[in-house]
């Protein structure tokens, strides 16, 4: 990365060459020299700096990673693995587990990703394949003035304003995201969440009733926040997707539907793919909103209603007032999360490079 | 293109410096004409502590400084724990505490504490049942039983024999508890541990306990606007923060059998049940006096007795003795119980031991 910014930095000023000979020819002056020692030295100096500045954030990653472990060692010697499979989280006793935090982190994320998928992907859709300027055209159309050009950047700048404006999704603070959560998202799914219990109550998702914070809220409202992430890399990779194939397929007589779901979004799916962990590991990582909206409830249930809890909120639950046995406990607790975080964001990496691999040969 | 997708950044970007640049010649204003009057004068004591009575701190310390404008006073309600941590570790010139330091506690300050009871508060269980106008009654055993989780809905024998004309519903109870360690967890579970064993030998009393059941949110704030958005949600909070968010209060059995309401009178006897001793420690787990809510603290200021620079201890022990006379005086309104003539005379007995 660094040294492509280099080259980068050294490529502008090739262009400008040609002209400064042509003026040295015209002067008798010589004017091509090998570069001097200061100019050698800043560059050598550029370099070696955005090197050092690289390697730095690997070097404070590592260093969070052994501070934390560091002070979670007294609870992994004192716990062990039983710390991973316990149901209950008592400081009170000094017992300790986070089963229940790490399936509700898992089933919050997997649940909020789900919706956010499947909305972010349609958006994507809806953003990549010019649906908005057909749809205008044909109505413009029909109002006869469809010659007029400021109408016809149109479809273009409302594209652009819809983009800009699920980004800005991910800039609400979650604080306001758990607070909207709990005025709005939570009395709205009531009533619903209610029917479904009291009607489907035999299926184990639906075997809780809804008490006020729970899964479902928290994994509306994840899904909202995962929204800019996915909707912008899948739009991204669908807007990648060579035009030769695109040609190629309306040339062979596919409609639109066919084109988009058989040939745009298979080949661009490693990319939708690597949007989707991406997505999940900001679901993961996902604190105040979770916290307020959860429930802060250890308890391990299939129910999309019941109450739960998960490994950011905990740690944001007990910090503050947390005594030495119980911060060795919460170090361990944030060691996994790290752990489950980084996971799942190399994964997301790997997905996305090989993407952009298989697409090489295409372009 | 490139640029559209960065106009969110840059725009908060700029927002951002705006903010900086407005906050920094603002600082700058009120910095400047304060430094020419003369800096000598001015001092800023730093204070950790407590949320529970933070309401009433603070309005005590926006008042002090209308008539002192050179004392400047920070106080940052992170929480009992964080008040009594950054209190050991001499970070802070004052902690604030809902439960008295213990001695362990104590004992690794070297500079000496004196623990100043500053005001009380009574906890109070606020429900939301919709259709229930009169205010519901709670007998020790209900309550006791909601919290165990062994009570799960609102028309459970042990409520509605006490509740005869409320028309109770088949809600199912939804506890809701604090999800961070807190004072008021502290008192309100070592009133349950004084009044149940069951408690007592199961979740026990502390600062966070493993609620058998329910939910749990966030601060007074959080739990009040959990309560508040669940239809049979019930939980404790601070008599203040039940009082402004408007909620309905259970009337709760005391000792001697009678159904109190929280409010100035019936937390003015609780607190006259229990003398305080000379280390002014004392817990009310479970008040006596006929009258008394059961559920009933006082709040703790945590100074060092030795202080470096006697300007700080001066001025500390004038903003404690405000407190303790005019800053009495906004308890009430506040949901707080002003303090007893006795226990305001400790107190200021109390403060001679700092310097």
Excluded at chain 1, 307 to 330: K, R, S, W, Y
Excluded at chain 2, 143 to 159: E, F, M, R
Excluded at chain 2, 324 to 348: H, R
Aim: with cysteine; hydrophobic share 45%.
């Amino acid at each position: 990365m660094t040294i492509g910014q280099t080259e980068a930095v050294a490529g502008i000023d090739r262009p400008s060459e040609p002209a400064r000979s042509e003026m040295a020819s015209l002067d008798e002056v010589e004017i091509s020299r090998p570069p001097s020692s200061m100019e050698v030295f800043s560059d050598r100096l550029f370099r070696r700096s955005t090197l050092a500045v690289a390697w730095f954030t690997v070097f404070l990653v590592g260093w969070i990673v052994v501070s934390i472990g560091r002070q979670a060692m007294p609870s992994i010697h004192a716990y062990g693995l039983q710390f991973l499979r316990g149901t209950v989280w008592d400081a009170n006793h000094a017992r300790f587990g986070i089963l229940p935090a790490i399936i509700g982190t898992l089933y919050s994320s997997i649940l909020g990703l789900a919706i956010g998928t499947v909305f972010g992907l349609a958006i994507a859709i809806f953003l990549s394949e010019h649906f908005l300027s057909s749809g205008l055209e044909a109505t413009l159309k029909s109002f006869g003035s469809s010659e007029d050009s400021w109408f016809a950047s149109l479809p273009d700048k409302i594209e652009n304003v819809l983009k800009v404006t699920i980004e800005l999704l991910a800039a609400i603070p979650s604080v306001v995201y758990g607070l909207w959560g709990i005025f709005v998202v939570i009395p709205l799914v009531r009533p619903s969440a209610d029917w479904l219990h009291s009607h489907l109550g035999w299926i184990p998702i639906f075997s809780t009733g809804l008490s006020g914070p729970g899964l479902m809220p928290a994994a509306l409202v994840l899904a909202i926040m995962v929204l800019p992430t996915i909707t912008a890399i899948s739009r991204d990779s669908l807007v990648a997707v060579p035009p030769k194939l695109r040609e190629a397929a309306f040339g062979m007589g596919a409609t639109r539907w066919e084109a988009i779901l058989a040939i745009f979004v298979p080949t661009a799916a490693t990319g939708i793919f690597g949007a989707i962990i991406l997505g999940f590991g900001r679901a993961l990582g996902e604190t105040m909103a979770l916290a307020m909206l959860a429930g802060n409830a250890n308890v391990i249930s299939w129910s999309l209603f019941s109450p739960a809890n998960t490994l950011a909120a905990l740690l944001a639950n007990h910090f503050p007032e947390a005594d030495q046995i119980e911060v060795g406990a919460l170090m361990y607790a944030a060691l996994v999360l790290l752990a489950i975080t980084l996971i799942v964001n190399i994964a997301g990496t790997l997905i996305l490079q090989r993407a952009d691999a298989g697409l090489k040969g295409l372009r | 293109m490139r640029i559209v997708r960065k106009l969110p950044l840059l725009a908060v970007v700029s927002l951002a410096c705006l903010g900086l640049a407005i906050l920094g010649s603002r600082l700058l204003g009120e910095l400047g004409p304060a430094t020419a009057l003369g800096a000598e004068d001015s001092i800023t004591l730093q204070g950790t502590g407590a949320t529970f009575p933070a309401p009433l701190y603070q309005k005590w310390f926006v008042e002090y400084n209308k008539e002192h404008p050179n004392v400047q006073i920070n106080y940052q309600a992170l929480g009992s724990g964080a008040g009594i941590k950054q209190f050991q570790q001499h970070l802070v010139d004052f902690g604030a505490s809902d439960a008295a330091m213990t001695d362990d506690e104590m004992a690794p300050v070297k500079d000496g504490v004196v623990l100043l009871p500053m005001t009380a508060g009574a906890i109070v269980l606020a429900y939301n049942l919709p259709n229930v106008s009169t205010d519901i009654k709670l007998s020790r055993d209900a309550y006791v039983g909601i919290v165990l989780g062994k009570i799960t809905s609102w028309n459970d024998p042990a409520i509605t024999k006490t509740n005869p004309g409320a028309n109770l519903p088949d809600t199912k109870i939804t506890v809701v508890s604090r999800s961070d360690g807190s004072g008021t967890t502290f008192v309100f579970t070592s009133h349950l541990s004084a009044i149940s064993n069951e408690w007592k030998n199961g979740p026990g009393p502390g600062k966070a306990v493993n609620f058998p059941v329910g939910v749990a949110g966030k601060g007074n704030p959080g739990v009040s606007a959990l309560i508040k958005q669940t239809p049979g949600a019930i939980g404790y909070v601070e008599y203040g923060y039940a009082l402004q968010a408007n909620m309905p209060m259970a009337l709760l059995e005391n000792k001697s059998g009678k159904y109190v309401r929280a409010d100035l009178s019936s937390g003015k006897d609780a607190l006259a049940s229990v003398q305080l001793p000379e280390n002014l420690r004392a817990w009310i787990t479970d008040p006596a006096t006929p009258d008394a809510y059961p559920i009933v603290t006082y709040t703790w200021l945590l100074c060092y007795k030795k202080y470096q620079n006697a300007k700080t201890a001066d001025t500390l022990k004038s903003v404690i003795k405000y407190g303790l006379t005019q800053g009495q005086s906004f308890s009430a309104d506040l949901g707080y119980i002003p303090l007893p003539g006795n226990v305001i005379d400790a107190d200021m007995k109390a403060l001679g031991q700092i310097s």
